[in-house]
């Protein structure tokens, strides 16, 4: 029996999550899969208006880790006051998710890392090396990489650590 795991996000979608969590497969690949989808029935109609045989939810997997994804209507937006964060090991692939999960996304939140998707939700798509350099007990070289981040909307990791180094 597979273990339930105890916290899952839940990301709520007016009528596209079908569409999104496929664009979230695609886009972080590997292990990343639909693991069921739920249906609307007539009950309920009267509170959830949404017609019988529609997606009501889908739970998925994404390099792992357990989500599910709700078509519950417009009544709520996603906002910056949460993010998924992406941690990656390289150059290449904050390029990979900073270009694909901005794609269509709202260019004007774009900044320090952070982008919203064209369904709405916010990325943090960000260096696991910057953490390590703003961490560092030399207040100096982390002063100057913080502020090299903040003049960044997508990370550039070479000039990270050139403020890192103080080049």
Not at 18 to 47: K, P, W
Not at 58 to 73: M, V, Y
Request: hydrophobic share 40%; glycine share 8%; charged share 20%.
């Amino acid at each position: 029996m597979q273990r339930i795991q105890t916290i899952t996000p839940c990301l709520w979608f007016d009528h596209q999550a079908e569409q999104a969590v496929r664009f979230y497969i695609q886009t972080f690949g590997g292990s990343s899969r639909i693991l069921s989808t739920r249906y609307y029935s007539d009950v309920g109609t009267e509170i959830h208006g949404r017609p019988a045989g529609s997606v009501m939810a889908i739970s998925f997997e994404l390099d792992g880790q357990q989500f599910s994804a709700l078509n519950g209507g417009p009544h709520f937006k996603f906002t910056e006051a949460i993010s998924l964060q992406v941690n990656c090991q390289s150059q290449a692939e904050i390029d990979h998710y900073w270009n694909t999960l901005g794609e269509e996304g709202d260019p004007q939140a774009q900044v320090c890392g952070w982008l919203k998707d064209r369904y709405g939700l916010s990325w943090q798509v960000v260096p696991v090396r910057l953490f390590e350099m703003i961490e560092d007990q030399d207040a100096d070289k982390a002063g100057r990489v913080m502020a090299a981040m903040l003049q960044m909307k997508k990370m550039d990791l070479a000039a990270l650590e050139h403020a890192y180094e103080g080049d």
